[in-house]
């Protein structure tokens, strides 16, 4: 397929996914939009275009593993797995209920989850583990972590860095969700991490930063991610904005963890319906 069409036909699964994410989340009355629309575009990309994977085998050995670290973004994560297959796309009708397969974190017994999201920065720390595994079993799956900017907050995601450059892992691929905006406000006045291109870089990273809606620049930087062997773990600086493709919702922390009420909902449809695929970015 020529490219082009690809980016489009990606362009298009994401705005398809939007439409699940924030279903899901009206049916169930709880949830986090706000995350999950920011983090959509790269799922997306991640997801049909890079990971090595088989829906049908979710355990395959030599599979790439994806965790996502910001467990509370999970409606993301699930529309993407349904879709691929993983599960039946019925199952996102019970989101948050009791006895269903799909829980507010990640859960473990749900084909295709590598890690059972819960307390902030433990994915980035799994996930080096896996990283370090693969590499003395001289296995060539790599390891894909997807960590939030509110997440960089916590000691454990620069403890993890610094292991991960340490034991050169090169397999390991951390992408940084910065929608700029957390639970309680936005990210540089809760708690301002900075310059963090400069950060991990210092810990001993390659650092791509990108615009993590321009799924152009998302392949770039997936595929030079993939492809660099230099004995250094890569991060990739995601700039994206919360709740992306929902007027009201873009950048208001009142949508990290609150579901639409019907109004919301119906307006929340209409403004990802209007969404260009070709302009969108």
Known sequence: MPKK?????????????????????????????????????????????????????????DRDRFVLSKGHASPGIYAVLADRGFFPKSELGRFRQLNGMLQGHPELSTPGVEFAGGSLGQGMSFSVGIALAL???????????????????????????????????????????????????????????????????????????????????????????????NGKPTMIVSNTMKGKGVSFMELNYKFHGKAPNEEEYKKALEDINKIDVKKFK
């Open 135 to 229: 590499k003395l079993d001289k296995k060539s799956s790599k390891v894909y972590v997807m960590i939030g900017d509110g997440e960089s907050q916590e000691g454990i995601v620069w403890e993890a860095s610094m292991a991960a450059a340490f034991h050169k892992l090169d397999n390991f691929i951390a992408i940084l969700d910065k929608n700029q905006v957390q639970e309680t406000g936005k990210t540089k006045d809760v708690m301002d991490i900075g310059d963090v291109a400069a950060k991990w870089k210092a810990f001993g990273w390659n650092v791509i930063e990108i615009n993590g809606h321009d799924m152009n620049e998302i392949i770039k930087a997936l595929d030079i991610a993939a492809s660099t062997k």
């Open 5 to 61: 069409d690809l980016i489009l036909d990606l362009k298009k699964k994401a705005k398809e996914l939007r439409k699940d994410i924030i279903t899901m989340i009206y049916n169930a009355q709880s949830g986090h939009p706000g995350g999950s629309l920011s983090e959509i575009d790269m799922l997306v990309a991640l997801y049909y275009y890079k990971l090595r994977i088989d829906p049908k085998s979710p355990k395959w050995e």
